[in-house]
T-cell receptor
Framework: DAGITQSPRHKVTETGTPVTLRCHQT?????MYWYRQDPGHGLRLIHY???????DKGEVSDGYSVSRSKTEDFLLTLESATSSQTSVYFC?????????????FGEGSWLTVV | GIQVEQSPPDLILQEGANSTLRCNFS?????LQWFHQNPWGQLINLFY???GTKQNGRLSATTVATERYSLLYISSSQTTDSGVYFC??????????FGSGTRLQVQP
């Protein structure tokens, strides 16, 4: 258990509304990630963070923003949710500096946009 | 970007059988990790294996980085081994790139 908590775990929202997913970790890891998982696409990186206020885009970042004001929290925001953002969202942490170290995932957040 | 291909895409086994899952990657990598996603969606890290062979109980993994592939062996499979197995590679760009997975179903 890497001490990762995602919230909410399940959410249904309407098209056009903003949504924020929270990832909270208790072990002071510097690197944190947001992935989305869709059938036929596996896991794709949305954004990642390598420190407080240090973030960078992944391969599917359009329509998403992130913030990291504290080491323990990494927030993913959908500014105006669309049906194409219906997905399972996973937060992850790296035990060391970057992906060259063991990666652990949170339990996932199921988001449905109707 | 790097391509990560896993085979077979689907696999059905009888309990007690052995299996080998393969992960091929198209470029040099710094490390490779194997994950198991159980039927409830939880992703568990199985191995961190940039090269060589590691074993953990009935599971073992081998990575041959120079030939750009990794293998995951499951021996004496159990129904609890069911789920999706992902390999993921690190190319030094700070985040992992995942394959599309092998879906394993172990029947009693």
């Amino acid at each position: 258990d890497a001490g990762i908590t995602q919230s909410p775990r399940h959410k249904v929202t309407e098209t056009g509304t903003p949504v924020t997913l929270r990832c909270h970790q208790t072990e002071n890891h510097r690197y944190m990630y947001w992935y989305r998982q869709d059938p036929g696409h596996g896991l794709r990186l949305i954004h990642y963070s390598y420190g407080v206020k240090d973030t960078d885009k992944g391969e599917v970042s359009d329509g998403y923003s992130v913030s990291r004001s504290k080491t323990e929290d990494f927030l993913l925001t959908l500014e105006s949710a669309t049906s194409s953002q219906t997905s399972v969202y996973f937060c992850a942490i790296s035990q060391g500096e970057g992906s060259g170290n063991t990666i652990y995932f949170g339990e996932g957040s199921w988001l449905t946009v109707v | 970007g790097i391509q990560v291909e896993q085979s077979p895409p689907d696999l059905i086994l009888q309990e007690g059988a052995n299996s080998t899952l393969r992960c091929n990657f198209s470029d040099s990598v710094n490390n490779l990790q194997w994950f198991h996603q159980n039927p409830w969606g939880q992703l568990i890290n199985l191995f961190y294996i940039p090269s060589g062979t590691k074993q953990n109980g009935r599971l073992s993994a081998t990575t041959v980085a120079t030939e750009r592939y990794s293998l995951l062996y499951i021996s004496s499979s159990q129904t609890t081994d069911s789920g999706v197995y992902f390999c993921a590679v690190d190319t030094g760009r700070r985040a992992l790139t995942f394959g599309s997975g092998t879906r394993l179903q172990v029947q009693p």
